[in-house]
């Protein structure tokens, strides 16, 4: 599909029709277009997603079901007092909504992300289904050995059926793709430091999750295509604190929750939003050498600090504290999903290195289908306020 000279108005609806399309719709017409390969879904923090294109695999990040899907099923298998990407994830599956995707992928976030993958072997037998356990030991002769190894181990199983079989040079020329990618999305990421009013981060959000069904060349086309039209749009600048969000790095929160921060005054320069598109901060260093191992050294080396990933020497915290003054951001947001363990976890953590460094900051939790913004957005309004009067938080 070519973007070439569309408006930013019609890619903006192209990207909110793939945001909102719990059926797949696109990884149907792909899957049409490419008989015989697979589709290959993943929860949405992190996937190795140039293995599954060297493959001849579509990587689907799943999201969940967000607030246009009612719960009926999925809260029957699991408490009340864990997030709630999990349920909608099971209602969708048991929906027949997930039918095209021939396989799942787990990656090791949380606790309840792993009951996710047993319940989902248990439900969807017949279905490829794998648990990926991320590395704890970052010494590359340690940790990333391990994880060239479950790599391996997933190449194979998906190759058994029915993918291509792992070839270094596919695996290579994915990288490649998956780099360029990389790079437009960084783009787009200094764009919106740069001029927040000329791409918000709502309109950011919709062009950035459109590609979790689409493959990384397609993205790069698409994303392309976006900058040239914002960069060209007629826009207004708008007077707004610049705030950093974080904690939502799994459960999405929904779109108008986005939309109510920037109303409340608030422009969000960074994020963690779609952090498995995100997940490695720099290129993939594939060239030369095994790719496996490549792919593997970047998670360990240059994995993104968030939650859902131990630091190893690291201090909590510090990290924040750098993106916060790179992006020249008056203060922090913390927006955890509900029950959110490694993010509620964090936030103390973090806070507490906000504090020594004298950055504002305030927090709120979300539900994916959450309905109501009110609360939620004056508090962040009252923050903006604060912020831009005093220079700190009320």
Known sequence: MSYRGATFAALLDRARALTEDNALASV??????????????????????????????????????????????????????ICHIPRSTVELGLGGQLDVLDGMVFPSICDVIRNLGGMWKMLFPQKYSSYLDLPQNFDPAVGGKFYAHELGR????????????????????????ENERRAVLDEVDKLRRAEPWRLRASEAYLVVRAGAAMPASEHTDFLRAVLAAARSRETRIVDNVRVVLTGSFCEQPP???????????????????????????????????DPLLALANAFLV????????????????????????ACEADGVLFGAASFCDPALLDEPMLEAALDAAKIPHTSFKFAENAGQFQVIR?????????????????
Request: aromatic share 8%.
């Open 378 to 394: 004056e508090q962040a309004g009252a923050f903006s306020d604060a912020v831009k009067l005093w220079g700190a938080s009320p």
């Open 154 to 177: 997933i190449a194979r199983e998906l190759a058994a059926r029915g993918a291509r079989p792992l070839e270094p040079e596919a695996l290579r020329a994915a990288i490649v793709r």
């Open 28 to 81: 149907h017409a792909w899957k049409r277009d490419n008989p015989g390969c697979l589709a290959v879904g993943y929860m949405p923090v992190y996937a190795p997603r140039p293995l599954f294109e060297a493959l001849g695999c579509l990587p689907v990040a799943i999201f969940g079901g967000g607030d246009a899907l009612d719960i009926i099923r999925g809260d029957s298998y699991f408490q009340s007092y």
């Open 302 to 325: 240059r994995g993104r600090d968030t939650a859902s990933r131990y630091i190893d020497k690291g201090e909590k915290g510090a990290a924040l504290v750098a993106r916060v003054r």
């Open 255 to 289: 779109l108008d929750l986005i939309v109510a921060l920037e109303k409340a005054g608030c422009d969000i320069v960074e994020d963690d939003f779609q952090l498995g598109l995100r997940m490695i901060d720099g290129p993939i260093d594939g060239a030369d050498g």
